[in-house]
C-alpha cells in the first residue's frame, strides 16, 4: 500500500512539474496607448483658424475651431516635437498637399524637420529657411541638418561646437544668424549657416530663445528669466534681465 501510495505521489508531482514548465502561449497584453492629455506641450503656432500643439514622444494635437476643440494628427515619429513657430511659409509651399493623412497635411510640413531627426533619436528644436528650398534644422548634441529641397530630404551639417544642445535659431534674409543653446552658447554666421563663429557670451547658463529685433539688434534669453540685448550683431550684450529673475 505505501509502494502505491508512494508512486501515485510521485506521478502527481511529476505532473505538476510538467505542467508547470511546458510552453504554453502567453496572454495577450493591450496596446500601449499615450493620452494627449498626459504629455508635455512644448509649441504652438496658428494658421488662420488652425491651431497645432506638440510636444514630447510625438504627439501633435490640431484644432480648427481656433482651440475650442483638439484632435490627435497621426506622426511618424515619437521624438519629442518643439518646433519654432514660422513667420512667413515660402509662397511655393502655402496651399500646396503635404505627405500624410490629408485632414493633417497643414501642420506636417513645419514639423518635418523634427521628425527627420529621429533616425538618431536626437530631438531638434529650431528650423529656420532661407528661401523655399534651403534650410536649417538644429538640436541636440550639437544637431545641425540642412535641407535643399524644402524639406523633403535632410542632410548632417558638420557640427560647430562640442555636443552642447542647440536650442534656437534665429536670422532674416540677409542670412545673417543667431544660434544659442546650452551653457552660454552663443554662434553667430554671415553667410546663412554655411560657417559659424562663436560669440563671447555674457551668461554662463543655458539659453533656449534668441529673436531678431532689428539690422543689427538681438535678444537672446534663457534660465531664470534672464535676458540679454545686443547692437552690433552680437559684439557686446546689456543686461535686460526683467524685475525680480536673478542670475543663475
Known amino acids: 500500500m505505501n509502494k502505491i501510495f508512494g508512486l501515485a505521489f510521485f506521478l502527481v508531482v511529476l505532473g505538476a512539474a510538467a505542467f508547470a514548465f511546458s510552453p504554453r502561449p502567453l496572454p495577450a497584453f493591450p496596446a500601449t496607448a499615450v493620452s494627449a492629455s498626459r504629455v508635455l506641450l ?37 521624438i519629442t516635437l518643439t518646433p519654432r513657430p514660422l513667420r512667413r511659409r515660402p509662397a511655393r509651399l ?7 493623412d490629408p485632414d493633417d497635411r497643414g501642420c506636417r510640413r513645419d514639423l518635418d524637420a523634427g521628425a527627420r531627426g529621429a533616425a538618431e533619436e536626437k530631438p531638434l528644436f529650431a528650423v529656420w529657411f532661407e528661401n523655399a528650398d534651403r534650410g536649417i534644422a538644429a538640436g541636440a548634441y550639437s544637431s545641425l541638418y540642412q535641407t535643399t529641397d524644402g524639406g523633403r530630404r535632410w542632410e548632417p551639417m558638420p557640427a560647430p561646437e562640442g555636443d552642447r544642445h542647440f536650442n534656437a535659431l534665429a536670422g532674416g534674409a540677409d542670412g545673417k544668424l543667431l544660434l544659442v543653446g546650452e551653457s552660454g552658447l552663443i554662434m553667430r554666421s554671415g553667410d546663412a549657416g554655411r560657417s559659424w563663429t562663436m560669440i563671447d557670451s555674457p551668461y554662463k547658463g543655458s539659453f533656449f530663445g534668441v529673436l531678431r529685433l532689428g539690422d543689427a539688434s538681438w535678444l537672446t534669453f534663457g534660465l531664470r528669466g534672464n535676458a540679454f540685448r545686443s547692437d552690433d550683431d552680437g559684439d557686446s550684450w546689456n543686461s535686460v534681465t526683467p524685475a525680480g529673475a536673478g542670475p543663475a
Open 94 to 100: 502655402r496651399g500646396r498637399p503635404r505627405r500624410g
Open 42 to 78: 512644448l509649441g504652438v503656432a496658428t494658421a488662420d483658424r488652425r491651431v497645432v500643439a506638440v510636444g514630447e514622444r510625438g504627439v501633435v494635437v490640431v484644432s480648427d475651431d481656433e482651440g475650442r476643440s483638439w484632435r490627435v494628427a497621426k506622426t511618424p515619429t515619437e
